[in-house]
Structures are given as C-alpha cells and as structure tokens.
C-alpha cells in the first residue's frame, strides 16, 4: 500500500512582484513503512510538499492521495479529521500552545480524538519519558529551551501512533545527541510499527537515517535515491 | 498637521478595528445621552410651566401659615388694593388676587363637594389656563356677579349644562353658614377628570359676600412667564410688600415641592445611570489605550534610547486617546443631535408613557428640542473621562526601562 | 463532550493570559452588572411601593362597583345588590379577603373650617388588612362596628380643621333624592398614612352609620376583593365576575388606575431597556477585547486547525472564552448587587426630596426590591447578546488557513 501519493503538482506563491514556483510538477510515491527525507535549500519547495500532503495547503493542480484516499479535495473538516486521526505533525517553529502544559500539549491531540483521561495521561508521560523530557512535563513552552519544545512536539506528533508522520525541520533547535535521540526514536517507531515518516530537512545527520533522500531544487525533484540506513 | 499629530494619527490606524470600536462605544453613549438630556431636560421645563402655568403661578403672597395648613381663616387683609398696587409695582407681570373656600354644591338633583375659588375675572386669564380651558359657555366677566365655572365631569355628575342655577353650601371664614346660589357661566375641560370633578371658580367679589371674607383673600399670585429671574423677582416683590406677620412671599418652589423635588428625584436616578455608562465608556478606552501601550513596549523602548522622555510618550498616548475622543464627541454629538431633531419633528413616545404623562401635567407626546447644552453636555463629559482613562496607560510608561522595554516582543 | 472539556481549558486560560485586559474587562462587567440589578432593584421598589400605596388606596385588587360610578363617584351610583345577598355570596366564595363599603363624596366641616374629603362607610371587620390604615397605629381608636357612630379621619385633616379626638365635625353628602343627607361625628381616631395626601381625603366612619345617614338602606357603592399576588389577579377576577355580573362593572386594579396599571408594564420594559443598553455601552469593550486575544493568537489558532481541531471547534472556544469572561463577571456583579442592596434593604430615606416622591405616587422611604427574575433576566439577556456579540470575532477566527495563520509572525 503506498502511504503517500502526489500526481502532477503545482504551486505558485506571489511574493511581491514576482511568481515563485513552490511546486513545479512534482509527483511522488511514498510506501507504507517509508522513512523518507525531502531535502532542499530554503525556498526549494520542501515545505510546500509538506504542506500539501498534510493538507494543510491546496496544491493549484494536481493530486493528493494518503492512505490511497484522495484528499486535495476534501472540506475543510475532513482534512481536520484526517489530520487529526492519521497524521502527526511537528512544524519548524511554533509548534506548541502557550496556555498548555508540556504534558497538556501531548495531550491535545489525543484529547480531541478523544482519548480517556487515564489513558492519554499515561500514553503521554511515557513518551515524554522517551523524547528524554522526564520532570519537565508541568512546564510551560515559555519556561522551556528551543529543543525542549521541540521534543515536546516530536512527543505530540507520534503520541497517538499516526500512519504518517509529517515533520519540517525537527531538528533545527537540538544538539547533535539529542537529534540523535530523536532520530533513533523515529527510526524505532519506523522499524516496529511502519510508521511512514516524511522529513524535510538539509541536516546531514537527519539524513543519513532516511531510507530514501529526495532533493529538490526550485519546486522539482532532481534526485531520489534510496538509502541502506546507517 | 504637525509631526507629534500626525504620529498620533497614524498610531491611532494601525489597529482601525479596535480604535472604531473603541471610538463606537464613545459615539454609542453619545448618542443616547444627548437623546436622553434633550428629553430629559425638556420634559422638566414643559413639566415646570405646564405646572405653573395652569394655576399656582411662580410666585404667590400669603398670610404665614397658609401654605401648609391653607385654612379659611389664614387669610391676606384687603387683598384686591394689594393686587392693585402690585400690578401699577410690576407693570410687566400678571398678578390676580384669589380666594379660596370649599362647598357643596347642588343641582337639582344632585350635590358633590368641591373646592371654589374666588378669582378676579379681568385678571385670572393671566395668571392661569383654566379661563381657556372652557369649552362651552364663556369665562367669569363681572367681579360680583353670581356666576360659576365648572367642569365638565362635575357637570356631567350635576346633570347640568350652561346657563342652569347652582347652590352653593359651605362655611365662611368666620365658620358661619355661607351659601349662595350661581348661574353656569362656562364650563371647562381640562382633560383630568379628578380636576375636572372638584374645582369650581367664581368671582372674588361674590366669594368676598358669600363666604364672609370682608375684603380678604387667601393669595396674590404672580405670573413670572418663565421661570428665570424668579429669584430676583421674589426680591423685588418682598421689597414692596415686606414678609411680615401679616403677609409672606413664596417661590414655585415653595408653593409646589414636589415638582422641583420630583425633578431632582429623577435627575438623580437619570445621572446615576449616565455615570455608569460615562464609566463603562472609560474602561473601554482604558482597556484598548492599555492594549495599545503594552503592544508598543518595544517601540517605546527604541524611542526612549534615542532620548525621548517617558512625558512626551505619555502625551503622545494622551494625544491619541484626545483624537479619539474627539472623533466620538463629534460622531456622538450629530448622531444624537439627528435623533433629536428628528423627533422634534416626529414626537417621542413610548407605550403606557401616556397614563404617566397626564400625571405630570405633560401631553402624550412629547417633542424635545436641541439645544447646545444638551447636544455637548454629555459628550463633553465623555470626553474628560476618556482622558482621565487614557492617564494610567500613560503614566505607566514611566515605569518603562528602554533596555528591557527593548528585548519585549 | 471531551472537545467541550478541551475547550473550556484553554478558554479558561487564555483568558489569564492577559490578565490586566481580562481584569479590566471583567471590572467593567462587573459594574455593568451591578448596575443593571442595583438601578433595577431600587426602581422595581419604587414602582411597588407605588404600586402598593396605589392600590392601599383603592384598595382592592378586584373591584366591583356600579358602570356609572368611575365617571360620578357617588350615592346615585351604588351596586343593585342588597349588601346582605352580597355578604352571603362572598363569604361562600372563600377569597382571601373581601369587603363592601359606601364610598362617596362629602364635605366635613369643624367649628373652623371645612373641606371636601371622601367618606368611606366600612365595617371594621372587614376591612382590617385590607385598608391602608394600621388599627393600631391610630390614634384613638379605629372604628369598632359597622354601626359605630364614630368617625376616624387623618391627622393632617384634624390639624387643618383644628379637631382632635374627642371633639365633634359634620359630615355632609346627599341622599339618592339629592336632599342633604348630613350629620353629627364624634372623632374617635387620627390615623396616620405613609401617603399624606390620604390624610387629608379619606374619613372613615361605620357602615351601617353611613347607610343611615345617606338613608340608601342596605346598599354599597363598593365591593373590593383582595388576591394573594397583586401581579395576578386573574383568579380573583373570574371568581368576582361568576358571583355578581349584571349591572355591575367588575375591574381588575390595573383597569380601575391605570396610571399604577400601566406602571408594572412600563416598568419591564423599562428594565430590559436598561439592561440591553448597558449591554451595549460593554458589547463594545467586549468585542474589542476579543478582537484582541484573536490577533494576538492567530499562529496558534492556526496550529491548532493545523493539528486537526475543526473551524467550529476554534468558533467555539472563542465564544466560550467570551461567555467564560461573561459569566465571572456576572456573578460577581449580581453578587455586588445583592450585597448592596443588604445594608439598605429596610429602605432608604428619600425624605429629601420626600414630596417629589409623594407626587410619584410613593412614600418617602424607598425598600429596593431586589427579584430573582430580574437577576436571571440580566444575566440571561446579556449572556445571550454577549454570543452574539462574540460571534463576528469568532467567526474570523475560525476562517484563518491554518498555513497562512501558522507562518504569520
């Protein structure tokens, strides 16, 4: 089963005076079980890809399929429950709600699915406990260090066990031995419970993880290998 | 438009929602107040001279006493000679002399107690609106002729009409038996049938005979036409006839409490209610001036590095908070003038305000007037308040330190 | 229900975000609220006590009388039924309280003066409660039978005829042939009214006495009924107009004063009025203020829908933080009220301005009727605008592209 679809897609952004073409007729198949890392330099279209596969943006042609179900052209409250049910996200900043609590924001999602209290509370101190944010769980985003939010994110994204998960830049704010962690921690879900994961990034090291690398340059692809990991 | 305003201005913009919602509450009280002070204030006066106008007068000279206890026998000595230096005193006023006395007065077939007043026909139209109240028939002419005014509840109750003979029953100023008999000149309708039932006027020179005054009277009144310069009339009159044993000079104030106190009554309410909505208005311009303030933190902080003193910003708040004000006090001030004015046309009423009204002694509709007052005086005040508001987020910038101000998102 | 549990978390705390604004607004509503309960609490006393002097002078919640007598309040108009029949009916109805009595007009006369008054022939018994004059608290003594041969007038009346207890005053009225119908009383009680003008206008004297006097034998000109609840009449109505029907007018009290009727009506509307434009004078600060916290937080609204909450699900938090903001404020402003009204709820004093109150209608101290309708009705009233206020910002909310609010710095 593929987990992830693009046909054919086009994006172009106006910024200014000028047409910037975010998606340039890209299409792409990504398995189920995929460990994928988009990489590009800024403005190269990652995010975009990102973006419209999580649905969060509408490609101006083209299609999108997840789970092999079309989703470029569902309502506003399907892509919601899509997001929400199938797919995890940690976005390259801003990624956490300010009134709630680390463990709170792990919680959210779950909370909205409805997850029972005892069950949602447990779920998220143990992955807290594995993004290594033991002790920390009643702080605020604000009274927390960039990786820490960062981890708090990761911890959200994967907390529900998503089919897919979508992240940009996850490792931005973290040490090396965090990102480490972090990507070990991916991996692991990847490995035991297939878990497709789409990273963009142009970490080195988060790429030497991936199982599959796809660059891009100015809204295309220009290169897809896949990898052996490390 | 020089820097500082045009800075303020533009400041003012950058959040046109807020400070439209911000200037909306203002226009908002605005309205309602100008609205409210034009009717308000009009119905007092309509109230105060319909009140007087109709038979108290704004200024009435008794024997001490009369007022509170208004016995027979507390009477004025030669009453019609005083009125008649009074009127060659005061050339310019309407001034009657009176005197009044209860009755039972009987038809043929029927008899009900009212109160008769004797009044001095030549002069009574003057002071009074009863005499063009009367709908059939004609007012009293002759001083000592045996005529009565009725109204026409009373008539209706006596089974009577214009030109039918009554007899009077009562008890003179001495308490001796007093009764005459009386042909209907006219009768009157003033809209209240309570007044209508138990108020009969004759002349004072038939009264003087029938009720055994020798001369007296209970009161002079005078007719002010207005109620400015009473005070000073009061004075003037007290000059010519001295307070004394004898006699005593009293205000509309005097002669009728309970409207200036009904007045103040409801004014009280009514600016109890304007405060809170002044207030209301002021936590609004408190709130968004805060906002605004806490907002520009940062941009303070820069300002105040490059030597911009904690006073200039803090006018430059109060200078924003001023336009805006300003901008409600105009907007306010037409909405509510428009309103106004249309209704002077239109009339104001609203349902039951009927039943009320005629209690009062005003008409069911009611049609206010723009003045100046009432058009600037409660924006004015909204005005003052709003600054008065906008100082705490002002005088907070004082406690501003540029550096950390600076690091402030 | 859990996404009602998420929501009302984070509305909660967003609302402690910005707590000097959250404060600043939940002061305003505060005194928005107490205001609307204060202002209705002291009204709504005004207007019952009013309402209450009104009908203590009727008195009477259901009124019987003959179709004439509104217009001519008098011995040709008495009811067609014996008072004996009526006594038999009336009792058998088991009404909380009911009376007859003779009520028509009369000049009284002392040694020193006369007066037009109203002289109510009643019998002692029936009465007691149901009349505005306390037995106890007269001076004297009240009335003991319906054919006492006494008579009770006011102390205001007393002073103005010179008389006291003891001493003897005529009362003089008409007989159906409308021959004087007039005789002899010996004062046996002053009675005090907390409506002055009562004192001067009621004189009371036995039923059977008055019968007499007036010679109309067995007859009334009065039937008055009295209800648990002078809101609602209604039972008492139809249970009146089932014993006695023909040739009789049967009136409820609000058409009988339709001054004091109209007055309940006025007064809701008055107080819903009130209510919508303090509202209003808020709605503005409130709208501002959630306009506010929307563009502050537009990235985590964003990341919000971005996570997979739905548009309405962003509506809905916005509004409850709304109605969250509301309701605090609500409670403790009713809280306010109530605690206000605490101190002064035996009344306040208005003696100030006492004959201004008197001309309303109402004594001169003031009990603040503090109704848990009114309360409820505030509260349910401005939470019901306050949705609709927060609908327009919350609307907006909900709109944001997650993307485009995600990236927005």
Redesign the interface.
């Known amino acids: 089963m593929t987990a992830v679809r693009c046909v054919d897609l086009c994006k172009t952004y106006r910024q200014g005076e000028e047409d910037i073409k975010a998606l340039d007729h890209v299409s792409i198949e990504i398995e189920e079980g995929g460990f994928v890392c988009l990489s590009a330099p800024s403005g190269g279209g990652k995010t975009t890809l990102l973006n419209a596969i999580g649905g969060l943006d509408k490609p101006d042609s083209g299609e999108v399929y997840v789970a092999e179900r079309r989703i470029d052209n569902l309502s506003k409250g399907e892509l919601a429950e899509l997001r929400l049910r199938q797919i995890g996200f940690v976005f390259q900043a801003f990624n956490l709600i300010p009134v709630l609590t680390a463990r709170e924001n792990v919680e959210f999602v779950m909370q909205v699915q409805g997850v029972p209290a005892a069950e949602r509370g447990q779920k998220a101190l143990e992955i807290l406990e594995e993004v290594g944010l033991k002790g920390l769980e009643d702080r605020r985003p604000a009274d927390m260090s960039g990786g820490q939010q960062q981890r708090v994110a990761v911890a959200r994204a994967i907390v529900s066990r998503p089919a897919l998960v979508l992240a940009d830049e996850p490792t931005a704010n973290l040490d090396s031995k965090t990102s480490d962690g972090l990507m070990e921690l991916f991996r692991e879900l990847n490995d035991h419970h297939s878990t497709t994961f789409v990273i963009a990034t142009h970490d080195k090291r988060v790429m030497s993880y991936a199982k599959r690398i796809v660059r891009m340059l100015d809204g295309r692809i220009v290169e897809d290998i896949s990898q052996d990991a490390v | 438009m020089n820097l500082v305003l045009r800075l303020a201005w533009r400041n003012l913009w950058r959040q046109p ?2 400070t439209w ?2 200037t ?2 203002m226009v ?2 605005n309205t ?1 107040l100008v609205f409210m002070i034009s009717l308000q204030f009009g119905m007092y006066g309509l109230m105060i001279n319909n009140t007087l106008q109709a038979y108290t007068g704004h200024l009435q000279i008794q024997a001490p006493g009369y007022i509170d ?5 507390q009477t004025v000595a030669d009453i019609l000679p005083l009125a008649e230096r009074l009127r060659a005193e005061f050339p310019e006023q309407s001034i009657a002399a009176r005197a009044t ?4 007065v ?10 008769v007043v004797g009044v001095e026909p030549g002069y009574e139209s003057r002071v009074s609106t009863l005499p063009g109240l009367v709908s059939s028939g004609r007012f009293l002419e002759d001083n000592d002729a045996a005529e009565i005014v009725i109204g026409a ?1 009373l008539a ?2 006596l089974r009577v009409d214009v030109g039918d003979e009554l007899t009077l ?3 003179g100023k001495d ?1 001796s038996f007093a009764a005459a008999v009386v042909i209907i000149a006219g009768i009157f309708d003033s809209g209240l ?1 309570d007044f209508d039932r ?1 108020f009969t006027e004759i002349p004072l020179g038939l009264f003087d005979d029938v009720f055994y005054m020798n001369g007296s009277g209970h009161h002079v009144v005078i007719n002010n036409g207005g109620i400015s310069g009473v005070a000073d009339l009061k004075t003037r009159v007290e000059a010519t006839v001295p307070p004394g044993e004898e006699l005593v000079v009293h205000d509309w104030d005097a002669l009728q ?9 409801d004014i009280s ?1 009514a600016f ?2 304007y405060g ?2 002044v ?3 002021a ?2 311009v ?3 001036q ?2 605004s303030v ?1 907002e520009r933190t940062h941009e303070f902080g820069i300002v105040m590095s490059l030597g911009l003193t904690p006073g200039r910003l803090g006018r430059l708040v109060l200078l924003e908070t001023a336009i805006m004000g300003f901008m409600g006090l105009v907007l306010g001030a037409i909405l509510g003038g428009l309103v106004t004015w249309w209704l002077s046309f239109n009339g104001f009423a ?4 009927e ?2 009204a ?3 002694n005003l008409p069911a509709r009611f049609y206010p007037e723009v003045t100046l007052i009432s058009l600037l005086s409660g924006p004015v005040v909204v005005f003052l308040f709003t600054l008065l508001a906008a100082l705490y987020p002002a005088l907070r910038l004082h406690k501003l330190h540029p550096v950390e101000a600076m690091r402030a998102v | 229900m859990h996404m009602l549990a998420v929501l009302s978390r984070l509305a909660w705390r967003n609302l402690w975000r910005n707590h000097r604004r959250t404060l600043i607004m939940l002061l305003a509503i505060i005194l928005g609220t107490w205001a609307m309960i204060f202002m209705t609490a002291l009204m709504r006393g005004m207007v019952s006590q009013m309402v209450a002097d009104g009908i203590s002078s009727l008195p009477g919640h259901v009124q019987v009388h003959h179709p004439d007598f509104r217009d001519d309040p008098s011995v040709a108009n008495l009811i067609n039924v014996p008072d004996s029949e009526i006594a038999e009916r009336f009792n058998a109805a088991n009404f909380r309280q009911w009376a007859s009595r003779v009520r028509v007009p009369a000049v009284i006369t002392s040694e020193y003066d006369s007066r037009g008054v109203t002289l109510v022939g009643v019998d002692p018994a029936l009465e007691d409660g149901l009349t505005f004059v306390d037995y106890r608290e007269v001076e004297g003594r009240f009335l003991e039978s319906a054919d006492d041969k006494g008579v009770v007038i006011g102390r205001k009346l007393a002073d103005i005829l010179n008389t006291e207890v003891g001493k003897r005053i005529v009362l003089m009225s008409q007989d159906p042939d409308n021959e004087i119908a007039d005789r002899g009383f010996r004062v046996v009680g002053l009675f005090t009214a907390s409506v002055k003008a009562f004192e001067e206008q009621f004189v009371f004297a036995g039923k059977t006495t008055t019968q007499n006097m007036l010679r109309i034998g067995d007859q009334v000109s009065e039937i008055a009924v009295l209800g648990d609840d002078y809101r609602d009449v209604e039972a008492e109505f139809q249970k009146t107009l089932e014993l006695i029907n023909d040739g009789v007018t049967v009136q409820r009290w609000t058409e009988v004063d339709r001054f004091l009727g109209t007055m309940l009506g006025v007064m809701d509307g008055f107080v819903l009025v009130w209510i919508v434009v303090i509202f209003l004078a808020l709605s503005f600060g409130l709208v501002n203020t959630l306009v506010m916290a929307v563009f502050e937080r537009v990235r985590e609204i964003g990341l919000m829908l971005a996570l997979g909450m739905r548009p309405k699900d962003i509506l809905g938090q916005i509004i409850l933080e709304s109605l969250l903001l509301l309701a605090i404020g609500l409670a403790l402003g009713s809280a306010l009220a109530w605690a206000t009204v605490q101190p002064i709820r035996d009344g306040i004093d208005l003696s100030m301005v006492s004959e201004g109150m008197e001309m309303m209608g109402v004594s001169s101290v003031l009990v603040p009727e503090l109704l848990l309708s009114d309360v409820v009705l505030a509260n349910v009233v401005v939470l019901i605008l306050g949705f609709f206020a927060s609908l327009s910002p919350a609307w907006r909310a909900a709109q944001y592209e997650p993307i485009e609010a995600i990236t927005k710095v």
């Open positions: 929602r807020r919602l911000t909306g509450a908002f009280s309602l206890d208004q016995k027979m026998r006395g209860f009755a039972l009987s038809s043929a077939d029927r008899s009900y107690g009212v109160a509840a209706r109750i029953l009562g008890s308490g049938p138990s409490p309970g409207l200036q106190q009904t007045i103040k009554a309410s109890f209610m809170i909505l207030i209301l208005v936590f609004s408190l709130n968004t805060l906002m806490l609203y349902p039951g305000m039943e009320m005629s209690r009062f």
